[in-house]
C-alpha cells in the first residue's frame, strides 16, 4: 500500500511539475513589461547586474528603499541565464506557480486525500488573477506562497500535542524560516500578516498559549536568522539610516496614497469578488463548518477565515490601493473554495439558486466582453475617435487611438471560452463533477488563448509608442541622449533605453536638463494633458507623440547662443546709428 502511495504521489508530481510548465511558461516573454511595478522590479534586477552590487537595490543607480533584494536575486539569475528580457523577469513567478501547485497538492494530500489535492489545485489554477499572477513579474507571487506555507506550520504545530515537543520546535522554526524568507522578499508586512493571524487565532480558539516561550523563541530565532541575511548586513555595513528609511517608507504606505492609488475602503472585496472568478463565488459554500467535519478540516478552516480577513481588513485600511495588496488573500480563498467544490461533488452541498444564477451572469458577462470587444474595435476602425470621443481622460482618450491591428477573428477566443463555460454551467444539473471541471477549466483556457491574443494589442494601446520610442535609444554610439520624463512617473525610459550607470550627476536633476548647457541630447517625454509647460518652454519642442505621450526635444544651446547674437547684433545696427560694424 505505501508503495502504490509513494508511486502515485510521484507520478502525480511529475504530472503537475509538466502541466503547470505548460500553463505558466509559454508567451511569458512576448509582451513588454507593464509599467509601473513589471518594469520597477525588472530595472531593478538589471540595475544589479550592470552595477554589480547585489546587495542594495536600486533604481535609476540610487538606492531603493522600497523593497529587500531576495525576488531581484531571482530575476538576476534569470537574466543571468536567458539574458536581460521580459521572459527572464517573469521566469521566477511562472516557476513560483509550479512550486505553488506542488505545494497545494502536498497539504491537500495531507489534509485529506489525493482527490481533495487535485481539487484544490484546480480551484486555484482555473481562477482568474491567481492564475495570472504566475505570468507576471511581480513580486507578490513569491512572497505570498512563503507566507502562507509558515501559516501552514503554525496551523501545524496546533494541531500537536504538547508531549510532541521535538516536532513542534521543528515546525515553530519551519514556520519561522518562511516567514523570515516573506521579510527577505518584500519587508516586515510579511511577518506581521502571519503574527496577526496568529494573535486573531489565539483570541478566537481561547489558545492563549497556542505557542509556548520557547516555540516563539525558535520561530523568532529563524526569523532573525534568514533576514540577517540582508537586514544585518545592511545595518552593519550602511548604519541604521537605510533601515529608517526603509521603515519609514512602509509607514507611509498605511498612511498615505502612494502616488495617487487610492480607493474606497472595499476596494480589496471587489477585487477579490470578481477577480478570483469563479473560485471566490464557490468558496461561499466552504466558510462554515459541516456536521462531522473532522477536527483537523475545521481547524484548518478556521485558520483559513482568519488569514483571509486579516489580510482584506488590514489592506483596506492602507491607505494605498493597489490590486496586488491583497493578492495573499488567494490562497487562504482557495482553500474555502476547494473545501466547497468538494462538499458539492459528494453530495453535502448544493448549489443553490443564488449562486447558480451569480456563476452564470459573471460568466455570460465575461464571455460578451471578450467577444464583443475585438468585433467592436474592428467595427470602428478608423473611427476610434467616436468611441474616445466618450472617454473624459485625453491621455486614455489618446491610447485609443494608437493603430492596433484586430481582424476580428480574435472574438472566437472569447467565443470558445463561453461555450465551454455555458456547458459547464448546463452539466452543474446533471453530472456535477464535469460542470464543476469545465467552470474552472473555461478560465484556464481563457489564460491560454485570450491572453497571448488580446494582451500585446492592448499593452500597444497602453504604453507601444512610448516603449518603441525608449527602445530606439540603446545604441547609445549613434545616438547619445538624456531621457527622462516630466511630470509624471515612470521606470520604463530606464529599462527600455538600457540606461547605463551615472558618470554625470548632474543629469539628475531635471533643470538641468530643462536649462543647462548640457553635454548630450535631451529628450523628455510627458503625457498629453500636462504638457503646457514644455510646449511653451524656449529649449523644447515636440518632435513627436500622438497617442497619449508626447516626445520633446531640447534644441541645441550653441545655435540658440549664436541666433541670439545674430539677432540682437541686428537689431542693434537697426536701431542705433552711432555703432558701426566695426566698433562690435
Known amino acids: 500500500m505505501n508503495v502504490l502511495t509513494d508511486t502515485s504521489f510521484r507520478t502525480?508530481?511529475?504530472?503537475?511539475?509538466?502541466?503547470?510548465?505548460?500553463?505558466?511558461?509559454?508567451?511569458?516573454?512576448?509582451?513588454?513589461?507593464?509599467?509601473?511595478?513589471?518594469?520597477?522590479?525588472?530595472?531593478?534586477?538589471?540595475?544589479?547586474?550592470?552595477?554589480?552590487?547585489?546587495?542594495?537595490?536600486?533604481?535609476?543607480?540610487?538606492?531603493?528603499?522600497?523593497k529587500p533584494p531576495f525576488f531581484f536575486w531571482l530575476q538576476v539569475i534569470c537574466m543571468k541565464v536567458f539574458g536581460i528580457s521580459e521572459f527572464a523577469a517573469r521566469l521566477p513567478n511562472a516557476l513560483t506557480g509550479i512550486a505553488t501547485m506542488l505545494t497545494l497538492y502536498a497539504m491537500g494530500r495531507k489534509l485529506e486525500n489525493r482527490k481533495f489535492a487535485w481539487i484544490w489545485m484546480l480551484t486555484y489554477v482555473g481562477s482568474v488573477l491567481p492564475h495570472f499572477y504566475f505570468r507576471t513579474g511581480i513580486i507578490d507571487p513569491v512572497f505570498n506562497l512563503f507566507i502562507f506555507v509558515s501559516i501552514w506550520f503554525v496551523y501545524k504545530l496546533a494541531q500537536l500535542g504538547s508531549d510532541q515537543i521535538k516536532e513542534r520546535l521543528k515546525f515553530a522554526a519551519l514556520a519561522g524560516f518562511f516567514s523570515g524568507m516573506a521579510v527577505l522578499t518584500k519587508g516586515p508586512v510579511g511577518l506581521l500578516v502571519v503574527l496577526l493571524t496568529v494573535g486573531v487565532y489565539m483570541i478566537v480558539s481561547k489558545k492563549f498559549w497556542a505557542l509556548t516561550i520557547k516555540e516563539w523563541l525558535f520561530f523568532f530565532l529563524l526569523?532573525?536568522?534568514?533576514?540577517?541575511?540582508?537586514?544585518?548586513?545592511?545595518?552593519?555595513?550602511?548604519?541604521?539610516?537605510?533601515?529608517?528609511?526603509?521603515i519609514i517608507y512602509q509607514i507611509r504606505l498605511f498612511q498615505t496614497q502612494d502616488a495617487g492609488h487610492g480607493g474606497p475602503f472595499y476596494y480589496h472585496a471587489l477585487v477579490i469578488l470578481f477577480g478570483c472568478f469563479p473560485m471566490s463565488y464557490f468558496a461561499f459554500l466552504g466558510f462554515k463548518n459541516n456536521i462531522g467535519d473532522a477536527e483537523a478540516r475545521k481547524q484548518m478552516r478556521l485558520?483559513?477565515?482568519?488569514?483571509?480577513?486579516?489580510?482584506?481588513?488590514?489592506?483596506?485600511?492602507?491607505?494605498?490601493?493597489?490590486?496586488?495588496?491583497?493578492?495573499?488573500?488567494?490562497?487562504?480563498?482557495?482553500?474555502?473554495?476547494?473545501?466547497?467544490?468538494?462538499?458539492?461533488l459528494n453530495g453535502s452541498k448544493t448549489i443553490n439558486r443564488f449562486l447558480f444564477f451569480a456563476l452564470?451572469?459573471?460568466?455570460?458577462?465575461?464571455?460578451?466582453?471578450?467577444?464583443?470587444?475585438?468585433?467592436?474595435?474592428?467595427?470602428?476602425?478608423?473611427?476610434?475617435?467616436?468611441?474616445?470621443?466618450?472617454?473624459?481622460?485625453?491621455?486614455?482618450?489618446?491610447?485609443?487611438?494608437?493603430?492596433?491591428?484586430?481582424?476580428?477573428?480574435?472574438?472566437?477566443?472569447g467565443l470558445a471560452y463561453l461555450i465551454v463555460f455555458i456547458l459547464g454551467i448546463y452539466h452543474l444539473k446533471k453530472e456535477i463533477v464535469k460542470g464543476v471541471v469545465l467552470i474552472f477549466f473555461s478560465t484556464i483556457l481563457f489564460h491560454e488563448t485570450v491572453l497571448p491574443l488580446f494582451l500585446p494589442k492592448i499593452e500597444t494601446y497602453i504604453q507601444g509608442e512610448v516603449i518603441n520610442f525608449y527602445e530606439s535609444f540603446t545604441d547609445r554610439d549613434s545616438k547619445p541622449a538624456y531621457v527622462e520624463v516630466y511630470n509624471f512617473k515612470s521606470f520604463a525610459h530606464l529599462y527600455y533605453t538600457n540606461k547605463l550607470p551615472v558618470t554625470n550627476q548632474k543629469e539628475r536633476d531635471i533643470n538641468w536638463l530643462m536649462n543647462g548647457k548640457t553635454d548630450k541630447a535631451v529628450y523628455l517625454v510627458t503625457k498629453v494633458g500636462r504638457e503646457d509647460e514644455l510646449d511653451n518652454h524656449p529649449n523644447f519642442k515636440r518632435v513627436g507623440g500622438k497617442y497619449g505621450y508626447l516626445f520633446y526635444k531640447k534644441i541645441d544651446t550653441a545655435l540658440i547662443y549664436r541666433s541670439d547674437i545674430h539677432r540682437n547684433t541686428k537689431n542693434s545696427l537697426q536701431n542705433s546709428d552711432s555703432i558701426s560694424v566695426k566698433s562690435y
Request: hydrophobic residues 55%; glycine residues 6%; aromatic residues 18%.
Open 360 to 413: 452564470l451572469i459573471t460568466g455570460l458577462l465575461i464571455g460578451i466582453a471578450l467577444i464583443g470587444f475585438p468585433l467592436l474595435v474592428k467595427y470602428y476602425e478608423g473611427r476610434m475617435f467616436e468611441i474616445t470621443s466618450l472617454i473624459k481622460d485625453p491621455f486614455a482618450a489618446k491610447n485609443f487611438l494608437a493603430p492596433v491591428i484586430w481582424s476580428g477573428w480574435e472574438a472566437l477566443a
Open 223 to 246: 526569523v532573525g536568522t534568514v533576514s540577517i541575511a540582508w537586514f544585518g548586513y545592511e545595518l552593519v555595513t550602511n548604519g541604521p539610516f537605510f533601515l529608517q528609511e526603509f
Open 303 to 344: 485558520w483559513s477565515v482568519i488569514a483571509f480577513v486579516v489580510v482584506l481588513v488590514l489592506f483596506s485600511i492602507v491607505k494605498t490601493k493597489i490590486v496586488h495588496y491583497s493578492s495573499f488573500c488567494y490562497f487562504p480563498l482557495s482553500y474555502l473554495a476547494a473545501t466547497g467544490v468538494e462538499r458539492v
Open 12 to 66: 502525480d508530481r511529475i504530472i503537475i511539475i509538466l502541466v503547470s510548465a505548460l500553463l505558466f511558461i509559454p508567451f511569458i516573454g512576448s509582451v513588454h513589461l507593464f509599467d509601473w511595478d513589471e518594469i520597477n522590479f525588472a530595472e531593478a534586477s538589471r540595475e544589479m547586474i550592470l552595477s554589480g552590487d547585489y546587495t542594495h537595490v536600486q533604481i535609476n543607480y540610487e538606492t531603493f528603499w522600497e
